[in-house]
Structures are given as C-alpha cells and as structure tokens.
C-alpha cells in the first residue's frame, strides 16, 4: 500500500520540482521576450512599463520561485516536518503562475496583480512556518520573516508603481541587495559544509568577528541605497561601505576555498557566484551604472543554476556530481555576466551584447532544463537507483 506522499505524483510531492522547473524556464521565457522588444521584433504591453516588467519578472517571478521552492524543501530537512506538497503545492504553483500571466498584460486589474503578487510570498512563509513552528529550530525562522517582508516589498511596489514609478528603480536595486546577502547568508552555511562533506577534511575556522561584519557591511547598502537621496550630504558613505562589504566577504569567501575545488564543477560554481557579487559590489563602490547586472546574472543566476543543479540530484537520490554539459552550462552564466557588463560600455555591442548575454543565460538554462526535466517530473527519492 502507497504512503500518502507516495501517492502524490512527483512532481507533486517536493517543492523544489515544479519551481525549479518552472522558474529556470520563465527565465529563459522573460529574456528571450525582452531582447526581442530591445532589438524592435515585438512590442510588449505588459502591465507597467515594459522596462519594469522585465525587472520585476526577473526579481519577483523567476528568483522568487527558486528561493520558494529551496526553502521548503530545506525546511523538511531542518525539521523532519512535512512542508507544502500535493494540493498545497498546486496552490503556491497556481499564485506564482497567476502573477506571472498577468504581469504580461496591460489591461490586468491592478488590485488583482497586487493580491496574487503579495499572496505568493505570504503563502510560502505560512508553508515555512507550519513546519518550523515547536520544532526548535529559532535560527530558522528569519526566512520566514524575509518571505514576509518581500510580500511587504510587493505592496511597496505596487503602491509606488500607482503613485510614484519614479522610485521604483531604487527598490528594485535594494531588493537585488537583499537578495545578494542572502546568497552570502546560505553560502556562509553551506559552502564550508560542501567542502568538509566532499573532501573529509575538517572546518576551516573563520575569525569570530568577521562573519557578523561582513553581513552588517553589506546589509547596510540596502537602505543606503534605498534612501540614499537622504544621506547626499555624505556621498562617501555608499562606497566606503561597499569597498567593505566586497573586502570583508572576499576574505571570508578566501577562507572556505581549497585548491581541490577547481576539479568539482559543483563547488567551484558556487565559489564563482559569489565572486560575481563582490565584483557588483565594487562596481556600486566606483559608481558604475552596470553594477546591478553583475549581481543579478553572474550572482544571482549562477548561485541559483548551481544550488538548483545539486539539490535536483540530491533529492532525487544520485550521486552529486555535475552531469553532462552542466559545466558548460556555468561557464556560460559567467560570460553572460561579463558580456552584459561591457554591453553598454562598447557601443559595437550595445545592442548585439544584450542579445548574447540573454543567450548564453537561455543555453544554461536550456542545459538544465534538457538534464533535470524527467528527473523532477517523474523521479521518486530512490536510494542509489532511479526508475
């Protein structure tokens, strides 16, 4: 006789199968529609700007998903409690999808686009805490608190896209910090756990002191970014902090690495990602105006390709190891990176730089979409075998 969980279709039973899936697709989806809006092929009518939308799509739809789909599956192992599956899960899948469809059109209600946006973060964290909640696990319940302050961000956003759009860019950029500390956060917890795991090698210790500075360094961009039009009287600020943040992460980062790294395309890929944080960090330092797209592409994008490529093969009971092409594949999220910085900078590629990043960020995608799909569809948890 089946298990309740075993009677779910796979798909059905983890939250990491149908967001992973779903948000390495949309992404793919989102960038392919907007260089063909950039190059004049088509023209979106989305709900807002078409500028925002695409911002948004990525931030709020294709990272959010991810972060959902990482956190609930986590949360089972932190607890041993059963998080969102079956009919709950359809339900967060429905919220995301419902949003997703209707930033694509203008004539979308607005109170309908907020409800879906705001409900989809807020259901999660309900999902987050259900398991969390008597388990003892205190540490852990700042993820929820970070799920419901991005619901806030969406009612923030909203209100702003209604009455004053103007300010949208500097939350939209505050958001990508927030997001970027918490790769810095997760990283810090399972980088040097990865390492010990693969390599049987003890700990490195890192300095007490400087964990907890480089977060506060680099959490406090976040509102000097956001109100930074009320610190104008000391513009040095921003950067004296961000030199610190990319100083103090580096060094941290440094202490976890070991050169047998470099033979592990599923270790040195999450090294690399954060690298591509610190060099967003430092280009905010100099005042680059291409800062951002460090973080949210090489950062972001290549953290998420990685994590999302590892626990796939985790949860679904195989060896963690990078399948075919997979490295290819984190290769390509660091030229995506780099080309999309230069893009505006060379004005041969202003417009060709665009369209070559979005590609070699779409053949990434592709590669864990063509090696992952079956697996998260239809692959039970089975121990040293899959069907």
């Not at 950039?38 to 294709?62: D, K, N, R, V, Y």
């Not at 890192?206 to 109100?227: K, N, Q």
Request: proline fraction near 6%; charge should be positive; hydrophobic fraction near 60%.
């Amino acid at each position: 006789m089946l298990s309740p969980q075993n009677a779910i279709k796979p798909v059905w039973q983890n939250p990491f199968r149908p967001f992973f899936l779903l948000g390495a697709l949309f992404s793919c989806l989102v960038l392919l529609l907007w260089v063909s809006q950039l190059s004049g092929l088509i023209q979106l009518s989305t709900f807002g700007p078409a500028i925002f939308w695409h911002a948004h799509e990525m931030l709020f739809g294709f990272t959010m998903a991810i972060v959902v789909g990482f956190l609930l599956t986590a949360v089972v192992n932190w607890t041993g409690n059963p998080s969102a599956m079956g009919p709950a899960l359809k339900m967060l899948v429905f919220l995301w999808c419902l949003s997703r469809l209707l930033w694509l059109f203008e004539q979308s209600p607005a109170w309908l686009v907020a409800l879906s946006d705001v409900a989809f973060p807020w259901y999660a964290a309900y999902w987050l805490a259900k398991p969390l909640r008597n388990s003892g696990q205190k540490h852990n319940w700042r993820f929820v608190w970070v799920l419901a302050l991005l619901g806030i961000g969406q009612i923030i956003y909203h209100a702003l896209l209604a009455f004053n759009p103007q300010f949208i860019p500097a939350l939209q950029q505050s958001v990508v910090l927030v997001m970027a500390n918490l790769v810095f956060w997760v990283g810090g917890r399972v980088l040097p756990f990865f390492v010990q795991a693969r390599f049987q090698i003890p700990r490195r210790p890192l300095p007490a002191w400087l964990t907890p500075a480089a977060m506060i360094s680099s959490w406090s961009l976040v509102p000097l970014l956001l109100f930074k039009d009320i610190f104008i009287g000391q513009p040095w600020l921003l950067p004296v902090m961000a030199v610190l943040a990319s100083v103090l992460h580096g060094f941290r980062l440094a202490l976890y690495f070991t050169s047998a790294i470099l033979k592990e395309p599923m270790l040195w890929s999450l090294f690399i990602a954060p690298c591509w944080i610190i060099f967003g960090l430092m280009a905010l330092a100099f005042d680059s105006a291409n800062w951002l797209h460090l973080i949210t592409v090489g950062g972001l994008g290549g953290m998420i390709l990685s994590m999302i490529c590892r626990v796939s093969l985790g949860h679904t009971g195989e060896k963690v190891t990078a399948l075919k092409w997979i490295p290819l594949a984190f290769g390509f999220m660091s030229l995506a990176s780099l080309i999309r910085f230069f893009a505006q900078d060379i004005q041969l590629w202003s417009g060709a730089g665009f369209t070559l990043s979005a590609l070699f960020w779409i053949g990434a995608f592709g590669c864990f979409l063509v090696h992952y799909s079956k697996r998260l569809l239809f692959y039970r948890k089975y121990l040293g075998r899959t069907p």
